[in-house]
């Protein structure tokens, strides 16, 4: 009988003794929420990545929806945004009852084209949503000055790009509202978490406000100044974010490393592509490792031959205009966006996580190979 192989699995966090201390020490001491342990995570965040202010909150999806509040998006407006991203980015524009509007990609770096957002504004406009995808920053230059020219706000969805470097300087610090988010696949997490960063005073007393049920700091206990949610996170959270960012430098050069590995072992392997190198405005945080297939590949055909081999992989990401519900909303269809969809249909997310060892990714490549031969 043949032996069954080893799963390798598309992700895995990197817990340690350290997460544990945190979290006993949140357990122990009975504060599970509205304790100490946000206060000094946001702390912890914002120093690391050079943020005048951050808001923890319970999810990216949770804090994507406040950014758009506080940006002040309404039922009625429209917001231009990327066709290739996790739903959750188009999804919180809908939470206010306004209307995604897509641009197409570049298709290079698969973040929004500036060309293709300024060609999609109309008198609805009122901001721009970049997601900065598979860990690679946005053209935010571009996107703030179109932002400038025609009165929008700019909302950034760092979801995936912890780490991430814009000329020269870490994604969270550029002022603007930003996002990011620590499901148990991303660069850090904190089981489910997000945190939004932004440079004015004013947005932060909004977000603290609205995640707590619309409380403002001057507010008793059960009075609420204005409408909010409960997108707090809990001490508990925060504790394993705390130990995950006193390892961060570690887990994002680990994972590098691990990119570095895997193009170079992809290198020789006819019709796979990887993404876009780093240039000097753009510094990637690697989130999954996601390579494209040429033309006339079989990419069900490819998973299911890693799968018979123990390799987990997924098409990543279909387009959200193709979603059933988005297609029936909005009356979307194939080919509106040429550039997202033909990326869509041809790329593939291979195991990677800060721990994936080079045997591992041999295993992967060489069965890749033989799928494609
Ligand atoms: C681009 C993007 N936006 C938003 C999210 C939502 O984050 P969360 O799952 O924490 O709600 C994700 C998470 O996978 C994402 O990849």
């Known amino acids: 009988?043949?032996?069954?192989?080893?799963?390798?699995?598309?992700s895995r966090p990197y817990l340690d003794d350290r997460e544990e201390e945190l979290v006993l020490e949140v357990l122990r001491s009975g504060h599970l929420s509205l304790g100490p342990m946000v206060p000094r995570f946001e702390a912890a965040f914002a120093g690391r990545v050079r943020a005048p202010y951050a808001?923890?909150?319970?999810?990216?999806?949770?804090?994507?929806?406040?950014?758009?509040?506080?940006?002040?998006i309404r039922a009625g407006d429209d917001v231009i945004t990327s066709p290739f991203s996790f739903v959750a980015s188009a999804n919180c524009i809908r939470y206010e009852g306004a209307r995604p509007v897509f641009a197409d990609i570049d298709r290079q770096t698969l973040n929004l084209d500036p060309a293709a957002v300024e060609a999609a504004i109309t008198d609805r406009t009122r901001a721009i949503l970049a997601v900065d995808m598979f860990g690679y920053p946005s053209e935010l230059d571009e996107l703030r000055a179109i932002c400038e020219r025609h009165g929008l706000k700019l909302i950034e969805d760092a979801c995936e790009a912890l780490g991430a470097e814009y000329k020269g300087r870490?994604?969270?610090?550029?002022?603007?509202?930003?996002v990011f988010a620590f499901y148990p696949n991303k660069q850090m997490t904190t089981g489910e978490g997000g945190i939004v960063t932004t440079g004015s005073a004013e947005e932060l007393e909004l977000l603290v406000s609205l995640r707590n049920q619309g409380r403002a700091d001057t507010d008793g206990w059960l009075?609420?100044?204005?409408?909010?949610?409960?997108?707090?996170?809990?001490?508990v959270h925060a504790a394993i974010g705390v130990a995950q960012l006193e390892r961060l430098d570690v887990l994002l050069s680990l994972r590098a490393q691990a990119a570095a590995r895997y193009a170079e072992l992809l290198e020789p392997v006819d019709g796979v592509s990887t993404l876009l190198a780093d240039d000097e405005d753009h510094r990637r945080s690697w989130f999954v490792y996601v390579v494209k297939l040429?033309?006339?590949?079989?990419?069900?055909?490819?998973?299911?031959?890693?799968?018979?081999?123990?390799?987990?992989?997924?098409p990543y990401v279909p387009c959200i205009h193709l979603?059933?519900?988005?297609?029936?909303?909005?009356?979307?269809?194939?080919?509106?966006?040429?550039?997202?969809?033909?990326?869509?249909?041809r790329t593939l997310a291979l195991p990677f996580y800060s721990t994936i060892d080079r045997e591992d990714q041999e295993r992967v490549v060489e069965a890749i190979r033989n799928a494609i031969a």
């Open 223 to 235: 009075d609420h100044s204005r409408f909010g949610f409960n997108y707090r996170q809990s001490d």
């Open 1 to 10: 009988m043949k032996q069954a192989q080893r799963v390798i699995p598309l």
């Open 55 to 72: 808001a923890a909150v319970s999810s990216g999806t949770t804090g994507l929806h406040l950014a758009v509040r506080i940006a002040g």
């Open 170 to 178: 870490p994604l969270g610090s550029h002022g603007h509202l930003t």
């Open 323 to 345: 979603q059933r519900y988005m297609r029936e909303d909005y009356g979307f269809r194939e080919w509106m966006f040429p550039v997202a969809e033909d990326t869509s249909r």
């Open 294 to 314: 040429a033309p006339g590949i079989k990419r069900d055909r490819v998973i299911e031959r890693l799968e018979e081999q123990g390799i987990q992989s997924r």
